[in-house]
């Protein structure tokens, strides 16, 4: 998966604009193979991460849970444990 890629389901708050349009665009970069467009392209490169952050926004707004909404500082600090763990990260250094 894409670095800026990541659950945007079930928090509070619930996930801003700018996430989900982040996300789509590290998507459409992904299948694209291209990290910027060219002229030519950047039409239909802005035209598809315009529709993939609408749909996402729309499958994020439909979705319904029971479980209780996470919490995204404690989410962040499980995933730096995690690649503390998985990278061999120093406990001298900083991991924020």
Do not use: W, Y
């Amino acid at each position: 998966m894409c670095r800026n890629i990541r659950t945007l389901f079930n928090f509070e708050p619930k996930a801003t604009d700018d996430e989900v349009r982040a996300s789509a665009l590290q998507f459409v970069r992904k299948i694209s193979g291209l990290s910027a467009p060219s002229k030519a392209n950047e039409a239909a490169f802005t035209h598809a991460v315009d529709a993939v952050t609408q749909v996402a926004r729309d499958l994020l707004d439909s979705l319904v849970t029971t479980a209780p909404p996470r919490d995204r500082e404690v989410e962040a600090r499980k995933a730096k444990a995690r690649a503390a763990k998985r990278f061999g990260l120093s406990r001298t250094r900083p991991l924020g």
